[in-house]
C-alpha cells in the first residue's frame, strides 16, 4: 500500500494521447481557416488587378481615343497598369459599343476553386461577370464560377 502512496510523476499514456489528438484537431482546424483566407486575399488581388486594368484602358481611351487592343498596344497598356505582368489579361471591346476586361483563372499558376468562390462571392457588389454573357445583346450575368472572369469597362 505504502507504493500508491507516493505521488506519480509524469502522465500516463493516454493523457499523452489525448493531448495529441486536440491539438491534431486545433492545427487541422487552423489550416482550414488559413485556406479560405488566402483563397479570398487572391479573390481580392484578382479584383484589384481588374480594377487597375479597366482604369488604364479608361485613360489609354482619354488619350487615344480609342480602346486598346493588347496585341498592338501591350507596352502603353503595361506603363499604364504600372509595368506588372499582363499574363491572364485580355481586353475586348467593339467601337464605342463596349469594353470589357477579361481575367483567365487558369493562367498564372491557375486558381483554387476557393478563389472561384471567394470571386463569385464578391461579384454582386464589385462588377464581376461571367463569361460571355457581357457582350450585347445577352444580359451580364453575376460571375458564378468558370475560368474566365469578366469586367465591364463601357
Request: net charge positive; glycine share 8%.
Amino acid at each position: 500500500m505504502a507504493e500508491y502512496a507516493r505521488k506519480r510523476k509524469g502522465f500516463t499514456l493516454v493523457e499523452l494521447l489525448i493531448v495529441i489528438i486536440i491539438v491534431g484537431i486545433l492545427t487541422s482546424a487552423m489550416l482550414l481557416l488559413m485556406g479560405s483566407a488566402e483563397d479570398k486575399a487572391e479573390a481580392t488581388a484578382i479584383l484589384s488587378d481588374m480594377r487597375s486594368m479597366k482604369s488604364a484602358m479608361v485613360i489609354f481611351k482619354l488619350e487615344k481615343g480609342r480602346w486598346p487592343d493588347l496585341a498592338s498596344d501591350e507596352t502603353e497598356i503595361k506603363k499604364l497598369f504600372g509595368g506588372a505582368s499582363l499574363e491572364g489579361f485580355d481586353l475586348v471591346s467593339s467601337g464605342d459599343a463596349y469594353a470589357y476586361v477579361l481575367y483567365d483563372l487558369t493562367k498564372n499558376k491557375g486558381k483554387s476553386a476557393g478563389v472561384k468562390k471567394k470571386l463569385a462571392l464578391m461579384a454582386d457588389s464589385s462588377g464581376l461577370l461571367q463569361e460571355n454573357t457581357s457582350k450585347p445583346p445577352a444580359t451580364p450575368q453575376p460571375y458564378t464560377g468558370g475560368t474566365i472572369v469578366e469586367m465591364k469597362v463601357h
